[in-house]
């Protein structure tokens, strides 16, 4: 295990992150705001403890090994989910304990949106942007732009990609060179943040909203301006562009390179995962539409039709913007969000949960076990696209999967043991572990409201699902630590 090299790199990434601090100052220049203090102490703790890092250990200059990455992602977003929580902590009058401040904190980074915040709007708007800007820095952002940059001080970021990219295709890469591949992931990223900008400020919204849901859009991660969620807005052009640029955000970035790089919108409708996923939200919209209006909870009109579609991304894509409260949708409405939280986004974006390719090729492998049972002699490939998918990778998804769903039914048993209903239990583990952030306020109780135990778990599963949990349960495994 290279130690050294692990903590050099560590102090490295901290030293980035640190500059996220400095944006909020400016917004707080703009509206004339006295919120110094609490960016100003996380700066100098993040910028101290990363110099400090990288000079203790800046000779070293071995190479990361698979192990390696494991290890300094999780180190590094535990540390990013303490410097972070600083401002909360120091700034906000609600937030009074660490837990709470901790929570808020790693909800916003990890994309997941879940708060323990009761006022929105009466926080300054420098607290509001800096709640906003964490969940932009955790979509894509910190660890692929640290990876476009680590090749300029001399260190090489393919186990940090390999280890931060959701989905099972971890190797695949937009350019022979993995710096090139995190610029051009990153420059998307940027340019759908500034569309997104651009298309709500032009549709109502002000500047400074239209910069914060833009963040919380584009990375799927839910937090919103305003207490009120994306309901705050009586606008049904602004849900169609959240509607937009949530599903670009949780579509495979690799298909937006191609499609920016050749100029054609040919190669989403030929990704077999793009056209999988575009059914799911198509076939659940319908049958939430149809809920609406079967049980007369809305009439027949195009806003009951953008209301159940906006409802249907915003679970699917695992972003978690609330409009309406769906309890009262009929039993099957909040079952079918479940299941639209746990299939989540596709692969290689910022979406979470369990992926789209892995619930696609899941649905193959079936499909083949049928067959199979019908011809047992019978050879059927299980091809994505044109591709045919190794037995390693099936091996893999299965897993992978069973390993989710196992340790999804865990923590939701733990969860009942604090003394929690099984609505409850099921809806705040399945929106945590899927990163979706879906309230559970929907069952009229809020995050504020739980205690402290069942606030750790919630973290626990936000951070293990962030990290595609076999990143976080490898470190538990006896063979990890063997040399």
């Not at 100003?40 to 910028?47: E, H, K, N, R, T």
């Not at 910069?211 to 305003?226: A, L, N, Y």
């Not at 050749?262 to 799911?280: A, G, M, P, V």
């Not at 949708?329 to 639209?340: D, G, N, Q, Y």
Request: charged share 10%; net charge positive.
């Amino acid at each position: 295990m290279q130690y050294k090299a692990i903590f050099r790199l560590l102090g490295i990434l901290l030293l980035i992150f640190s500059q996220s601090m400095l944006t909020p100052l400016l917004v707080n220049v703009i509206f004339k705001e006295n919120v110094w203090m609490p960016f100003i102490v996380a700066y100098f703790f993040s910028f101290s403890i990363g110099v400090g890092l990288w000079l203790s250990f800046k000779n070293c200059q071995n190479e990361l090994k698979i192990r390696d990455g494991f290890i300094l992602i999780v180190l590094f977003w535990l540390a990013i989910c303490y410097f972070a929580s600083i401002p909360f902590l120091l700034e906000i009058d609600n937030l009074t304990s660490v837990t709470d401040a901790i929570f808020e904190t790693v909800s916003g980074i990890t994309t997941t949106g879940a708060s323990v915040i009761n006022n929105l709007d009466a926080l300054p708007h420098a607290i509001l942007y800096y709640r906003q800007q964490l969940q932009f820095i955790g979509g894509i952002g910190i660890v692929i732009l640290a990876v476009a940059i680590l090749p300029m001080l001399g260190v090489g970021g393919m186990q940090l990609f390999r280890t931060e990219t959701p989905g099972p295709m971890k190797d695949a890469k937009l350019t022979p060179r993995i710096t090139q591949s995190a610029k051009i992931i990153w420059s998307i990223y940027l340019l759908l943040t500034i569309l997104c900008i651009f298309f709500y400020y032009l549709c109502g919204m002000s500047f400074f909203d239209a910069i914060g849901e833009s963040f919380g859009t584009v990375s799927t991660g839910g937090f919103t301006m305003h207490s009120s969620s994306f309901a705050y807005y009586d606008s049904d052009w602004i849900r169609l562009i959240a509607c937009v640029f949530m599903v670009l955000g949780a579509t495979n970035f690799s298909l937006h390179f191609l499609a920016l790089k050749n100029i054609s919108l040919k190669f989403y409708w030929q990704d077999e995962e793009f056209r999988f996923y575009l059914t799911i939200i198509l076939v659940a919209t319908c049958i939430i539409v149809y809920t609406l209006i079967r049980h007369k909870v809305f009439g027949l009109n195009l806003h009951t039709f953008i209301t159940g579609l906006f409802t249907t991304i915003s679970l699917a894509t695992t972003t978690g913007f609330d409009l309406e409260n769906i309890t009262p949708w009929r039993t099957f409405a909040p079952f079918l969000a479940m299941i639209l939280m746990l299939i989540g986004g596709s692969a290689g974006s910022t979406g979470g949960g369990i992926k789209v390719v892995r619930a696609l090729l899941i649905f193959k492998q079936s499909r083949r076990e049928l067959l199979r049972m019908l011809h047992p002699q019978a050879i059927v490939p299980i091809k994505l696209g044109k591709t045919v998918v190794s037995e390693v990778t099936i091996q893999s998804i299965w897993g992978f999967v069973s390993t989710f769903i196992g340790l999804y039914l865990l923590f939701v048993l733990v969860f009942m043991s604090l003394g929690y209903n099984i609505e409850i239990s099921f809806a705040a583990i399945t929106s945590s572990l899927t990163n979706s952030g879906f309230g559970i306020d929907n069952l009229k109780v809020e995050y504020s409201d739980l205690d402290v135990p069942g606030k750790w778990l919630l973290i626990v599963a936000m951070l293990t699902g962030r990290l595609e949990i076999l990143s976080v349960l490898i470190l538990f495994t006896p063979a990890f630590w063997r040399k």
